[in-house]
Protein backbone atom coordinates (compact mmCIF):
# COMPACT_ATOMS: atom_id res chain seq x y z
CA UNK A 1 0.00 0.00 0.00
CA UNK A 2 0.91 3.15 -0.67
CA UNK A 3 -0.46 6.41 0.92
CA UNK A 4 -0.49 9.64 -1.31
CA UNK A 5 1.00 11.92 0.82
CA UNK A 6 1.24 15.91 0.21
CA UNK A 7 4.53 17.58 -0.04
CA UNK A 8 3.01 21.08 1.58
CA UNK A 9 0.31 21.59 4.01
CA UNK A 10 -2.76 23.92 3.50
CA UNK A 11 -1.23 26.49 6.00
CA UNK A 12 2.27 26.53 3.42
CA UNK A 13 0.26 26.46 0.13
CA UNK A 14 -1.54 29.36 1.40
CA UNK A 15 1.83 31.09 2.51
CA UNK A 16 3.34 30.55 -0.60
CA UNK A 17 0.42 31.47 -2.47
CA UNK A 18 0.92 34.79 -1.60
CA UNK A 19 4.73 35.17 -3.05
CA UNK A 20 4.36 32.67 -5.94
CA UNK A 21 0.06 32.19 -6.93
CA UNK A 22 -1.18 29.13 -8.55
CA UNK A 23 -0.07 26.90 -10.17
CA UNK A 24 3.24 25.96 -9.38
CA UNK A 25 5.05 22.86 -9.00
CA UNK A 26 6.82 21.64 -5.53
CA UNK A 27 9.35 19.32 -5.32
CA UNK A 28 10.82 17.51 -1.73
CA UNK A 29 14.28 17.57 -1.31
CA UNK A 30 14.64 14.99 1.37
CA UNK A 31 12.67 12.47 -0.37
CA UNK A 32 14.54 12.88 -3.68
CA UNK A 33 17.58 12.58 -2.19
CA UNK A 34 16.80 9.87 0.33
CA UNK A 35 15.72 8.14 -2.84
CA UNK A 36 18.62 9.01 -4.60
CA UNK A 37 20.72 7.46 -1.74
CA UNK A 38 18.37 4.01 -1.64
CA UNK A 39 18.76 3.54 -5.40
CA UNK A 40 22.33 3.74 -5.70
CA UNK A 41 22.91 1.45 -2.69
CA UNK A 42 21.19 -1.12 -4.33
CA UNK A 43 23.47 -1.31 -7.27
CA UNK A 44 26.66 -0.57 -4.72
CA UNK A 45 28.09 -4.22 -4.93
CA UNK A 46 28.53 -3.41 -8.92
CA UNK A 47 31.82 -2.01 -9.41
CA UNK A 48 31.40 1.27 -11.73
CA UNK A 49 28.12 1.47 -11.01
CA UNK A 50 26.42 4.71 -12.22
CA UNK A 51 22.71 6.28 -12.53
CA UNK A 52 22.34 8.59 -15.62
CA UNK A 53 19.72 10.61 -14.40
CA UNK A 54 17.63 11.59 -17.44
CA UNK A 55 17.59 15.06 -17.75
CA UNK A 56 14.28 15.19 -19.69
CA UNK A 57 12.19 13.95 -16.64
CA UNK A 58 12.87 17.30 -14.76
CA UNK A 59 15.60 19.85 -16.68
CA UNK A 60 16.20 21.81 -13.20
CA UNK A 61 19.40 23.10 -12.31
CA UNK A 62 18.56 22.75 -8.69
CA UNK A 63 17.59 18.99 -9.30
CA UNK A 64 20.26 18.16 -10.88
CA UNK A 65 22.98 19.88 -8.52
CA UNK A 66 21.07 17.82 -5.78
CA UNK A 67 21.72 14.54 -8.01
CA UNK A 68 25.00 15.15 -8.69
CA UNK A 69 25.64 15.45 -4.78
CA UNK A 70 24.27 12.17 -4.72
CA UNK A 71 26.44 10.43 -7.26
CA UNK A 72 24.07 10.65 -10.11
CA UNK A 73 25.16 11.57 -13.45
CA UNK A 74 22.91 13.19 -16.37
CA UNK A 75 21.71 11.39 -19.37
CA UNK A 76 21.02 13.99 -22.24
CA UNK A 77 19.25 14.00 -25.41
CA UNK A 78 19.32 16.99 -27.30
CA UNK A 79 22.09 20.12 -27.66
CA UNK A 80 20.21 22.35 -25.14
CA UNK A 81 20.36 19.26 -22.26
CA UNK A 82 23.92 18.95 -22.39
CA UNK A 83 24.38 22.96 -22.37
CA UNK A 84 22.51 22.33 -18.93
CA UNK A 85 24.67 19.67 -18.24
CA UNK A 86 28.10 21.17 -19.13
CA UNK A 87 26.97 24.53 -17.25
CA UNK A 88 25.64 22.39 -14.17
CA UNK A 89 29.57 20.67 -13.78
CA UNK A 90 28.72 17.70 -14.98
CA UNK A 91 31.95 16.37 -16.99
CA UNK A 92 33.19 13.74 -19.39
CA UNK A 93 31.82 10.00 -18.58
CA UNK A 94 29.37 12.28 -16.14
CA UNK A 95 27.08 12.74 -19.61
CA UNK A 96 25.33 9.81 -21.16
CA UNK A 97 24.10 11.17 -24.59
CA UNK A 98 21.34 8.81 -25.43
CA UNK A 99 19.42 10.34 -28.53
CA UNK A 100 18.13 9.68 -31.98
CA UNK A 101 17.78 11.33 -34.94
CA UNK A 102 20.76 13.25 -33.65
CA UNK A 103 22.08 16.20 -35.22
CA UNK A 104 25.57 16.94 -36.52
CA UNK A 105 25.98 19.39 -34.00
CA UNK A 106 25.32 17.65 -31.34
CA UNK A 107 26.88 15.04 -32.25
CA UNK A 108 29.82 17.67 -31.99
CA UNK A 109 29.08 18.97 -28.90
CA UNK A 110 28.84 15.92 -26.87
CA UNK A 111 32.03 14.43 -28.52
CA UNK A 112 33.31 18.10 -27.21
CA UNK A 113 32.23 17.53 -24.09
CA UNK A 114 33.42 13.78 -24.19
CA UNK A 115 30.20 12.71 -23.10
CA UNK A 116 29.65 8.86 -23.74
CA UNK A 117 27.96 8.77 -26.70
CA UNK A 118 24.93 5.93 -27.18
CA UNK A 119 24.19 5.85 -30.68
CA UNK A 120 20.52 4.63 -31.59
CA UNK A 121 21.31 3.14 -35.28
CA UNK A 122 24.08 1.54 -37.44
CA UNK A 123 23.80 4.96 -39.86
CA UNK A 124 25.43 7.10 -36.88
CA UNK A 125 28.41 5.97 -36.72
CA UNK A 126 29.53 7.32 -40.06
CA UNK A 127 27.90 10.38 -38.63
CA UNK A 128 29.32 10.58 -35.67
CA UNK A 129 32.72 10.15 -37.43
CA UNK A 130 31.91 12.96 -40.02
CA UNK A 131 30.30 15.33 -37.18
CA UNK A 132 33.14 15.35 -34.72
CA UNK A 133 35.37 11.47 -34.72
CA UNK A 134 35.14 7.80 -33.40
CA UNK A 135 35.85 8.08 -29.47
CA UNK A 136 37.45 5.77 -27.66
CA UNK A 137 34.37 4.71 -25.55
CA UNK A 138 31.16 4.45 -27.19
CA UNK A 139 27.52 2.69 -26.35
CA UNK A 140 24.99 1.02 -28.55
CA UNK A 141 21.28 1.20 -28.50
CA UNK A 142 19.99 -2.55 -29.11
CA UNK A 143 16.24 -3.25 -30.07
CA UNK A 144 15.88 -6.93 -30.05
CA UNK A 145 12.47 -6.71 -32.20
CA UNK A 146 9.24 -8.90 -31.47
CA UNK A 147 7.58 -8.54 -28.05
CA UNK A 148 9.41 -8.14 -25.06
CA UNK A 149 8.03 -11.16 -22.37
CA UNK A 150 8.72 -11.37 -19.24
CA UNK A 151 7.07 -14.88 -17.48
CA UNK A 152 4.83 -15.00 -21.24
CA UNK A 153 3.63 -11.37 -20.33
CA UNK A 154 4.27 -9.07 -22.67
CA UNK A 155 6.03 -5.89 -21.30
CA UNK A 156 6.68 -3.47 -23.95
CA UNK A 157 6.47 -3.63 -27.69
CA UNK A 158 10.27 -3.13 -29.21
CA UNK A 159 9.28 -4.33 -32.69
CA UNK A 160 7.01 -0.73 -32.66
CA UNK A 161 10.16 1.16 -31.25
CA UNK A 162 11.59 3.31 -32.91
CA UNK A 163 14.90 3.49 -31.50
CA UNK A 164 17.85 0.99 -31.40
CA UNK A 165 19.75 -1.11 -33.93
CA UNK A 166 18.62 -4.49 -34.80
CA UNK A 167 21.53 -7.53 -33.15
CA UNK A 168 22.63 -7.91 -36.81
CA UNK A 169 23.19 -4.34 -36.95
CA UNK A 170 25.43 -4.35 -33.60
CA UNK A 171 27.72 -6.24 -34.83
CA UNK A 172 28.20 -4.38 -37.67
CA UNK A 173 28.58 -1.12 -35.79
CA UNK A 174 30.85 -2.58 -33.61
CA UNK A 175 32.94 -4.07 -36.01
CA UNK A 176 33.27 -1.05 -37.83
CA UNK A 177 33.70 1.51 -34.63
CA UNK A 178 36.87 -1.02 -33.82
CA UNK A 179 38.21 -0.23 -37.02
CA UNK A 180 37.72 3.23 -36.31
CA UNK A 181 39.47 3.48 -33.14
CA UNK A 182 36.79 2.78 -30.51
CA UNK A 183 38.54 0.51 -27.75
CA UNK A 184 35.50 -0.03 -24.94
CA UNK A 185 31.74 -0.67 -26.18
CA UNK A 186 28.39 -0.44 -24.14
CA UNK A 187 24.99 -2.17 -25.08
CA UNK A 188 22.23 -0.20 -23.94
CA UNK A 189 18.29 -1.15 -24.19
CA UNK A 190 14.63 0.63 -23.08
CA UNK A 191 12.17 -1.98 -23.88
CA UNK A 192 9.29 -1.29 -21.52
CA UNK A 193 8.05 2.01 -19.71
CA UNK A 194 6.79 2.53 -16.34
CA UNK A 195 7.44 -0.88 -15.16
CA UNK A 196 6.11 -1.65 -11.27
CA UNK A 197 7.02 -5.33 -11.00
CA UNK A 198 10.47 -6.14 -9.98
CA UNK A 199 11.43 -8.23 -12.75
CA UNK A 200 11.92 -5.88 -15.71
CA UNK A 201 15.84 -4.41 -15.37
CA UNK A 202 16.49 -8.23 -14.00
CA UNK A 203 14.91 -9.37 -17.02
CA UNK A 204 16.86 -6.48 -19.66
CA UNK A 205 20.19 -6.91 -17.22
CA UNK A 206 20.05 -11.00 -18.13
CA UNK A 207 19.29 -10.41 -22.14
CA UNK A 208 22.02 -7.32 -22.33
CA UNK A 209 25.02 -9.30 -20.47
CA UNK A 210 24.04 -12.41 -23.34
CA UNK A 211 24.50 -9.80 -25.77
CA UNK A 212 27.50 -8.54 -24.53
CA UNK A 213 28.80 -11.85 -24.35
CA UNK A 214 28.09 -13.06 -27.76
CA UNK A 215 29.45 -9.56 -29.27
CA UNK A 216 32.60 -9.65 -27.42
CA UNK A 217 33.31 -12.58 -29.15
CA UNK A 218 31.99 -11.71 -32.48
CA UNK A 219 33.81 -8.67 -33.01
CA UNK A 220 36.75 -9.36 -30.79
CA UNK A 221 35.90 -6.01 -28.40
CA UNK A 222 35.48 -5.21 -24.70
CA UNK A 223 32.04 -4.42 -23.39
CA UNK A 224 32.61 -2.61 -20.49
CA UNK A 225 29.24 -1.58 -19.66
CA UNK A 226 25.64 -2.17 -20.01
CA UNK A 227 23.10 0.74 -19.37
CA UNK A 228 19.29 -0.73 -18.32
CA UNK A 229 18.12 3.00 -19.28
CA UNK A 230 14.89 3.94 -17.97
CA UNK A 231 11.32 2.48 -17.51
CA UNK A 232 10.91 1.49 -13.69
CA UNK A 233 7.88 2.87 -12.83
CA UNK A 234 6.18 4.51 -9.39
CA UNK A 235 2.73 3.49 -8.45
CA UNK A 236 0.68 6.19 -9.66
CA UNK A 237 -2.81 5.22 -8.04
CA UNK A 238 -3.03 4.42 -4.45
CA UNK A 239 -2.30 1.01 -3.09
CA UNK A 240 -0.31 0.34 -6.15
CA UNK A 241 2.58 -1.46 -6.37
CA UNK A 242 6.21 0.24 -5.30
CA UNK A 243 9.08 -1.49 -7.26
CA UNK A 244 11.60 -3.02 -4.79
CA UNK A 245 15.17 -1.44 -5.58
CA UNK A 246 17.01 -3.40 -3.05
CA UNK A 247 15.51 -6.77 -4.78
CA UNK A 248 16.07 -5.70 -7.97
CA UNK A 249 19.53 -5.13 -7.14
CA UNK A 250 19.76 -7.94 -5.48
CA UNK A 251 18.37 -10.17 -8.59
CA UNK A 252 20.35 -8.39 -11.38
CA UNK A 253 23.68 -9.25 -8.73
CA UNK A 254 22.63 -13.01 -9.15
CA UNK A 255 22.73 -12.65 -12.88
CA UNK A 256 25.98 -10.66 -12.79
CA UNK A 257 27.34 -13.92 -10.43
CA UNK A 258 26.00 -16.27 -12.94
CA UNK A 259 27.83 -14.38 -15.84
CA UNK A 260 31.26 -14.13 -14.44
CA UNK A 261 30.92 -18.21 -13.44
CA UNK A 262 30.00 -19.04 -17.09
CA UNK A 263 31.54 -16.51 -19.03
CA UNK A 264 34.65 -15.00 -16.69
CA UNK A 265 33.01 -11.36 -17.50
CA UNK A 266 31.60 -8.65 -15.42
CA UNK A 267 30.21 -5.57 -16.37
CA UNK A 268 29.84 -2.49 -15.19
CA UNK A 269 25.63 -1.52 -14.69
CA UNK A 270 24.47 1.93 -15.99
CA UNK A 271 21.14 3.14 -15.46
CA UNK A 272 19.38 6.28 -16.50
CA UNK A 273 16.00 6.23 -14.76
CA UNK A 274 13.88 9.29 -14.66
CA UNK A 275 10.63 8.68 -13.69
CA UNK A 276 11.63 6.47 -10.27
CA UNK A 277 14.05 9.25 -9.37
CA UNK A 278 11.75 11.88 -9.51
CA UNK A 279 8.25 11.16 -9.93
CA UNK A 280 6.74 10.58 -6.59
CA UNK A 281 8.70 14.00 -5.02
CA UNK A 282 7.56 16.71 -7.35
CA UNK A 283 3.72 17.70 -7.12
CA UNK A 284 1.08 20.44 -9.13
CA UNK A 285 -0.56 22.61 -6.75
CA UNK A 286 -3.57 24.79 -7.96
CA UNK A 287 -6.62 25.93 -7.20
CA UNK A 288 -10.56 25.66 -8.00
CA UNK A 289 -11.51 28.92 -9.60
CA UNK A 290 -14.55 27.65 -11.35
CA UNK A 291 -17.57 25.37 -11.34
CA UNK A 292 -19.81 24.43 -14.23
CA UNK A 293 -22.87 22.11 -13.93
CA UNK A 294 -24.14 20.68 -17.66
CA UNK A 295 -24.38 17.28 -18.34
CA UNK A 296 -21.89 16.63 -15.93
CA UNK A 297 -20.00 18.46 -12.76
CA UNK A 298 -16.71 20.34 -13.86
CA UNK A 299 -15.03 21.93 -11.24
CA UNK A 300 -12.41 24.24 -13.43
CA UNK A 301 -8.82 25.06 -12.30
CA UNK A 302 -5.92 27.64 -12.34
CA UNK A 303 -4.05 24.60 -13.79
CA UNK A 304 -3.96 23.12 -17.71
CA UNK A 305 -2.61 20.31 -19.65
CA UNK A 306 -0.05 22.91 -20.35
CA UNK A 307 1.76 22.16 -17.21
CA UNK A 308 1.20 19.33 -16.93
CA UNK A 309 0.26 17.32 -20.16
CA UNK A 310 0.50 13.34 -19.16
CA UNK A 311 -3.20 13.10 -18.49
CA UNK A 312 -4.26 14.42 -21.71
CA UNK A 313 -1.72 12.67 -23.47
CA UNK A 314 -1.89 9.66 -22.39
CA UNK A 315 -5.10 9.49 -20.20
CA UNK A 316 -2.56 9.14 -17.14
CA UNK A 317 -3.61 9.04 -13.93
CA UNK A 318 -2.90 11.51 -11.48
CA UNK A 319 -3.93 11.18 -7.69
CA UNK A 320 -5.61 13.95 -6.17
CA UNK A 321 -5.73 15.53 -2.64
CA UNK A 322 -7.66 18.39 -1.85
CA UNK A 323 -5.67 20.20 0.89
CA UNK A 324 -7.56 20.87 4.50
CA UNK A 325 -10.24 18.20 2.72
CA UNK A 326 -7.77 15.26 3.45
CA UNK A 327 -10.43 13.43 5.83
CA UNK A 328 -13.99 14.18 4.24
CA UNK A 329 -15.55 11.91 2.05
CA UNK A 330 -15.23 11.84 -1.57
CA UNK A 331 -19.13 12.59 -2.42
CA UNK A 332 -18.85 14.15 -5.63
CA UNK A 333 -17.99 13.19 -9.17
CA UNK A 334 -16.11 15.78 -11.01
CA UNK A 335 -14.25 16.45 -14.34
CA UNK A 336 -11.28 18.33 -12.72
CA UNK A 337 -10.24 20.06 -15.99
CA UNK A 338 -7.97 23.12 -17.20
CA UNK A 339 -8.84 26.25 -19.32
CA UNK A 340 -7.40 24.98 -23.25
CA UNK A 341 -9.67 25.00 -25.82
CA UNK A 342 -9.09 21.22 -26.07
CA UNK A 343 -11.72 19.00 -24.96
CA UNK A 344 -8.62 16.75 -23.73
CA UNK A 345 -7.71 19.30 -21.07
CA UNK A 346 -9.16 17.20 -18.38
CA UNK A 347 -6.79 15.79 -15.39
CA UNK A 348 -9.58 13.55 -14.06
CA UNK A 349 -12.78 12.42 -15.17
CA UNK A 350 -15.45 11.34 -13.12
CA UNK A 351 -13.28 11.21 -9.98
CA UNK A 352 -15.29 10.87 -6.67
CA UNK A 353 -13.56 13.99 -4.49
CA UNK A 354 -14.86 15.61 -1.44
CA UNK A 355 -17.49 18.14 -2.44
CA UNK A 356 -15.45 21.35 -3.85
CA UNK A 357 -15.40 25.16 -3.24
CA UNK A 358 -13.67 28.01 -5.04
CA UNK A 359 -10.55 28.64 -3.54
CA UNK A 360 -9.67 24.65 -2.69
CA UNK A 361 -6.36 24.20 -3.11
CA UNK A 362 -5.33 21.28 -5.52
CA UNK A 363 -2.39 19.10 -5.26
CA UNK A 364 -1.84 16.64 -8.15
CA UNK A 365 0.63 13.73 -7.36
CA UNK A 366 3.61 11.97 -8.01
CA UNK A 367 4.12 15.03 -11.50
CA UNK A 368 7.92 15.04 -10.26
CA UNK A 369 8.67 13.53 -13.55
CA UNK A 370 7.73 14.02 -16.92
CA UNK A 371 4.99 16.71 -15.31
CA UNK A 372 6.58 20.64 -15.65
CA UNK A 373 9.15 19.93 -18.43
CA UNK A 374 6.35 18.68 -20.79
CA UNK A 375 4.57 21.80 -20.32
CA UNK A 376 4.35 24.08 -23.39
CA UNK A 377 2.95 27.07 -24.70
CA UNK A 378 -0.74 26.77 -26.10
CA UNK A 379 -3.42 29.06 -25.75
CA UNK A 380 -0.48 31.74 -24.50
CA UNK A 381 -0.51 30.31 -21.83
CA UNK A 382 2.90 29.99 -19.33
CA UNK A 383 4.73 28.15 -17.66
CA UNK A 384 4.49 28.04 -14.00
CA UNK A 385 7.33 28.59 -11.63
CA UNK A 386 8.55 25.52 -9.54
CA UNK A 387 9.61 25.45 -5.67
CA UNK A 388 11.68 22.80 -3.36
CA UNK A 389 11.09 22.29 0.12
CA UNK A 390 14.27 22.06 1.66
CA UNK A 391 15.15 19.60 4.40
CA UNK A 392 14.72 22.62 6.82
CA UNK A 393 11.30 23.15 5.92
CA UNK A 394 11.91 26.26 3.97
CA UNK A 395 10.93 26.41 0.05
CA UNK A 396 13.30 27.70 -2.71
CA UNK A 397 12.32 29.48 -5.67
CA UNK A 398 14.28 27.11 -8.30
CA UNK A 399 12.39 28.50 -11.29
CA UNK A 400 10.48 31.30 -11.46
CA UNK A 401 6.84 31.49 -13.72
CA UNK A 402 7.12 32.74 -17.06
CA UNK A 403 5.70 36.48 -17.35
CA UNK A 404 4.19 37.69 -20.83
CA UNK A 405 7.70 39.16 -21.47
CA UNK A 406 9.24 35.91 -21.99
CA UNK A 407 6.60 34.64 -24.42
CA UNK A 408 7.14 37.81 -26.31
CA UNK A 409 10.99 37.07 -26.13
CA UNK A 410 11.11 35.86 -29.57
CA UNK A 411 9.08 38.70 -31.38
CA UNK A 412 12.08 41.37 -30.81
CA UNK A 413 12.35 42.23 -34.77
CA UNK A 414 8.47 43.81 -33.80
CA UNK A 415 8.41 47.30 -32.46
CA UNK A 416 4.81 46.11 -31.47
CA UNK A 417 6.45 44.45 -28.78
CA UNK A 418 9.21 47.13 -27.70
CA UNK A 419 7.19 47.21 -24.36
CA UNK A 420 7.94 43.54 -23.62
CA UNK A 421 11.03 42.74 -25.53
CA UNK A 422 13.23 45.96 -24.59
CA UNK A 423 13.98 47.33 -21.18
CA UNK A 424 12.24 44.57 -19.38
C1 LIG B 1 12.93 8.82 -21.34
C2 LIG B 1 14.22 8.10 -21.26
C3 LIG B 1 14.73 7.69 -20.02
C4 LIG B 1 13.98 7.84 -18.73
O1 LIG B 1 12.86 7.05 -18.70
P1 LIG B 1 11.98 6.89 -17.36
O2 LIG B 1 10.81 6.12 -17.82
O3 LIG B 1 11.66 8.26 -16.90
O4 LIG B 1 12.81 6.16 -16.38
C5 LIG B 1 15.98 7.09 -20.02
N1 LIG B 1 16.68 6.89 -21.15
C6 LIG B 1 16.24 7.28 -22.35
C7 LIG B 1 17.07 7.05 -23.54
C8 LIG B 1 14.98 7.88 -22.44
O5 LIG B 1 14.51 8.23 -23.66
Same mark, same amino acid.
Not at 247 to 254: A, D, P, Y
Not at 283 to 290: A, D, K
Not at 344 to 360: E, T
Given at each position: MNEKKTIITLNEAKELKKKYPTPFYVYDEKGIADNADEFIEAFSWNEGFKEYFAVKATPNPAILKLLKKHGCGVDCASETELLMAQALGF !????????????????????YKLGAIINLDDI????????????? @????????????FKIDGQIMGQPSEAKYGMTRAQLTEAAKKLKSKGAEKFGIHAF?????????????????????????? @???????????????LGVPYRPGENKCDVK??? *?????IAVAAEKKYGRKYKIFTES?????????????????? !???YKEYAGLDACAANLMRPAMY?????????? @? *???KPSVKYDVVGSLCEN?? @??????????????????MHDAGAHGFSMGYNYNGKL????????????? *?LIRRAETAADYFATFDMYEEFDAYTKNK
Open positions: !KGEEIMFSSNETADREFALATHVEALEKAAGVP @KKICLRYNPGGDLASNTVGNDYYPALAGLLTETAVSLE @KECGIEVEFINLSGGKIG *EKIRNGRYMLAPYGQLVSEVIRF !KHTGAYHHITVLG @K *ENEND @KFAVDRLLPKLDCGDIIVRSAEILKKRDGTF *E
